[in-house]
Protein backbone atom coordinates (compact mmCIF):
# COMPACT_ATOMS: atom_id res chain seq x y z
CA UNK A 1 0.00 0.00 0.00
CA UNK A 2 1.22 3.41 -0.73
CA UNK A 3 -0.44 6.56 0.71
CA UNK A 4 -1.69 9.77 -1.56
CA UNK A 5 0.83 11.94 0.68
CA UNK A 6 4.16 9.95 -1.15
CA UNK A 7 3.10 9.74 -5.12
CA UNK A 8 5.36 10.47 -7.46
CA UNK A 9 5.65 10.85 -11.20
CA UNK A 10 6.36 7.14 -12.83
CA UNK A 11 4.83 5.40 -9.48
CA UNK A 12 2.63 2.20 -10.78
CA UNK A 13 -0.69 1.82 -8.85
CA UNK A 14 -3.95 -0.40 -8.50
CA UNK A 15 -7.10 1.42 -9.29
CA UNK A 16 -10.49 -0.14 -9.56
CA UNK A 17 -8.80 -3.80 -10.75
CA UNK A 18 -6.70 -1.90 -13.47
CA UNK A 19 -2.79 -0.67 -13.43
CA UNK A 20 -2.12 2.66 -13.65
CA UNK A 21 0.96 5.28 -14.17
CA UNK A 22 1.06 8.83 -12.37
CA UNK A 23 1.78 11.26 -15.00
CA UNK A 24 1.50 13.80 -12.63
CA UNK A 25 0.26 14.84 -9.29
CA UNK A 26 -0.71 17.85 -7.86
CA UNK A 27 -1.28 18.43 -3.54
CA UNK A 28 -4.22 21.07 -3.18
CA UNK A 29 -5.07 22.37 0.26
CA UNK A 30 -8.51 24.31 -0.34
CA UNK A 31 -8.90 27.31 1.70
CA UNK A 32 -12.38 25.41 3.25
CA UNK A 33 -12.59 21.30 3.61
CA UNK A 34 -9.84 18.68 3.30
CA UNK A 35 -6.79 18.60 1.43
CA UNK A 36 -6.56 16.58 -1.58
CA UNK A 37 -4.45 15.19 -4.34
CA UNK A 38 -5.02 15.89 -7.98
CA UNK A 39 -3.78 13.10 -10.30
CA UNK A 40 -3.55 12.60 -14.17
CA UNK A 41 -3.12 8.21 -14.31
CA UNK A 42 -2.17 6.05 -17.60
CA UNK A 43 -3.89 3.36 -17.78
CA UNK A 44 -0.52 0.76 -18.82
CA UNK A 45 -2.42 -1.55 -20.65
CA UNK A 46 -4.54 1.00 -23.03
CA UNK A 47 -2.66 4.27 -22.80
CA UNK A 48 -5.91 5.94 -21.44
CA UNK A 49 -5.49 8.75 -19.87
CA UNK A 50 -7.43 9.52 -16.40
CA UNK A 51 -7.81 12.01 -13.81
CA UNK A 52 -8.98 11.17 -10.57
CA UNK A 53 -8.86 13.14 -7.32
CA UNK A 54 -7.60 11.14 -3.77
CA UNK A 55 -8.19 12.39 -0.39
CA UNK A 56 -4.67 13.37 1.14
CA UNK A 57 -3.70 10.13 3.08
CA UNK A 58 -6.22 7.66 1.43
CA UNK A 59 -4.25 4.23 0.84
CA UNK A 60 -4.15 2.55 -2.47
CA UNK A 61 -2.28 -0.59 -3.57
CA UNK A 62 1.13 -0.32 -5.45
CA UNK A 63 1.23 -2.72 -8.43
CA UNK A 64 4.47 -4.16 -8.72
CA UNK A 65 5.24 -3.85 -12.48
CA UNK A 66 8.37 -5.67 -13.56
CA UNK A 67 10.33 -4.85 -16.19
CA UNK A 68 12.47 -7.18 -18.34
CA UNK A 69 15.28 -7.07 -21.08
CA UNK A 70 13.70 -8.78 -24.10
CA UNK A 71 15.30 -9.01 -27.49
CA UNK A 72 12.89 -8.58 -30.61
CA UNK A 73 13.42 -11.70 -32.80
CA UNK A 74 11.44 -11.82 -35.72
CA UNK A 75 7.55 -11.39 -36.54
CA UNK A 76 5.33 -14.75 -36.75
CA UNK A 77 1.88 -14.29 -38.96
CA UNK A 78 0.16 -12.06 -36.27
CA UNK A 79 2.84 -12.67 -33.63
CA UNK A 80 6.00 -10.74 -32.53
CA UNK A 81 9.07 -13.50 -30.59
CA UNK A 82 11.03 -11.85 -28.10
CA UNK A 83 13.51 -13.22 -26.26
CA UNK A 84 14.00 -12.92 -22.52
CA UNK A 85 17.96 -11.62 -22.28
CA UNK A 86 18.66 -13.76 -19.02
CA UNK A 87 16.98 -16.74 -18.98
CA UNK A 88 16.49 -16.99 -23.12
CA UNK A 89 13.25 -17.83 -22.79
CA UNK A 90 11.14 -17.57 -25.67
CA UNK A 91 7.20 -14.83 -25.61
CA UNK A 92 4.60 -14.47 -28.21
CA UNK A 93 3.58 -10.22 -28.54
CA UNK A 94 0.82 -9.57 -30.16
CA UNK A 95 -0.08 -5.78 -32.20
CA UNK A 96 -2.22 -4.88 -29.00
CA UNK A 97 0.69 -5.22 -26.34
CA UNK A 98 2.89 -3.44 -28.32
CA UNK A 99 1.11 -0.54 -29.35
CA UNK A 100 2.34 1.89 -31.93
CA UNK A 101 5.65 0.88 -31.47
CA UNK A 102 5.19 -2.08 -33.96
CA UNK A 103 5.91 0.33 -37.18
CA UNK A 104 10.04 0.94 -35.41
CA UNK A 105 10.77 -2.74 -34.51
CA UNK A 106 14.05 -3.73 -36.12
CA UNK A 107 15.23 -7.97 -35.32
CA UNK A 108 17.66 -7.88 -32.46
CA UNK A 109 16.45 -4.81 -31.11
CA UNK A 110 16.36 -4.70 -27.45
CA UNK A 111 13.04 -4.11 -25.60
CA UNK A 112 11.24 -3.48 -21.51
CA UNK A 113 8.56 -5.91 -21.57
CA UNK A 114 6.47 -4.70 -18.30
CA UNK A 115 4.97 -7.77 -16.77
CA UNK A 116 2.52 -7.85 -14.03
CA UNK A 117 0.91 -11.05 -12.22
CA UNK A 118 3.19 -12.75 -15.01
CA UNK A 119 1.00 -11.14 -17.42
CA UNK A 120 2.56 -8.92 -20.31
CA UNK A 121 1.15 -4.96 -20.22
CA UNK A 122 3.30 -2.99 -22.30
CA UNK A 123 6.48 -2.82 -23.94
CA UNK A 124 9.01 0.48 -23.72
CA UNK A 125 10.35 0.70 -26.87
CA UNK A 126 14.13 2.70 -27.22
CA UNK A 127 13.44 6.57 -27.28
CA UNK A 128 15.05 6.30 -30.67
CA UNK A 129 16.04 3.79 -33.45
CA UNK A 130 18.05 4.10 -36.41
CA UNK A 131 16.20 3.24 -39.44
CA UNK A 132 17.01 3.00 -43.37
CA UNK A 133 15.39 4.99 -45.55
CA UNK A 134 13.68 2.78 -48.35
CA UNK A 135 11.68 4.76 -50.45
CA UNK A 136 11.21 8.43 -51.06
CA UNK A 137 11.28 11.20 -53.85
CA UNK A 138 14.12 12.71 -54.67
CA UNK A 139 14.83 16.64 -53.52
CA UNK A 140 14.49 19.10 -55.94
CA UNK A 141 17.26 21.76 -56.02
CA UNK A 142 15.74 24.67 -54.86
CA UNK A 143 13.67 23.23 -52.11
CA UNK A 144 15.77 23.45 -49.37
CA UNK A 145 15.48 27.08 -48.78
CA UNK A 146 12.26 27.29 -47.64
CA UNK A 147 12.68 24.02 -44.83
CA UNK A 148 9.73 21.74 -45.65
CA UNK A 149 9.32 18.36 -45.52
CA UNK A 150 8.47 15.27 -47.42
CA UNK A 151 7.32 11.58 -47.00
CA UNK A 152 9.70 8.98 -46.53
CA UNK A 153 9.27 5.27 -45.91
CA UNK A 154 10.89 3.48 -43.55
CA UNK A 155 12.36 -0.21 -43.87
CA UNK A 156 10.40 -0.89 -40.91
CA UNK A 157 7.26 0.20 -43.44
CA UNK A 158 6.98 3.43 -40.72
CA UNK A 159 6.59 6.69 -43.00
CA UNK A 160 8.21 9.55 -41.44
CA UNK A 161 8.17 13.57 -42.58
CA UNK A 162 11.53 14.35 -43.49
CA UNK A 163 13.60 17.33 -44.87
CA UNK A 164 14.11 17.60 -48.91
CA UNK A 165 18.01 16.58 -48.49
CA UNK A 166 17.31 13.10 -47.12
CA UNK A 167 17.77 10.32 -50.14
CA UNK A 168 17.09 6.66 -50.18
CA UNK A 169 19.68 4.53 -48.30
CA UNK A 170 20.40 7.24 -45.74
CA UNK A 171 19.90 6.00 -41.99
CA UNK A 172 18.19 8.64 -39.82
CA UNK A 173 17.54 8.32 -36.24
CA UNK A 174 13.87 8.23 -35.65
CA UNK A 175 12.23 9.10 -32.08
CA UNK A 176 9.60 6.42 -31.36
CA UNK A 177 7.77 8.00 -28.90
CA UNK A 178 6.51 10.78 -31.39
CA UNK A 179 7.46 9.23 -34.62
CA UNK A 180 9.27 12.22 -35.67
CA UNK A 181 12.55 12.49 -37.74
CA UNK A 182 15.49 13.55 -35.21
CA UNK A 183 18.72 13.44 -37.67
CA UNK A 184 21.25 11.61 -40.22
CA UNK A 185 22.56 8.51 -38.12
Not at 86 to 109: C, F, H, P
Not at 129 to 156: F, I
Request: net charge negative.
Amino acid sequence: MISSNEFKTGVTIEVDNDVYTIVEFQHVKPGKGAAFVRTKLKNVKTGGIVERKFNAGEKVPKAHVERREMQYLYKDGDFYAVMDNESYEQTSLTDAQIGDGVKYLKENMNLGVLFFNGAVIGVDLPNTVVLEVAHTEPGVRGDTATGGSKPATLETGAVVQVPFFVNEGEKLIIDTRTGNYVQRA
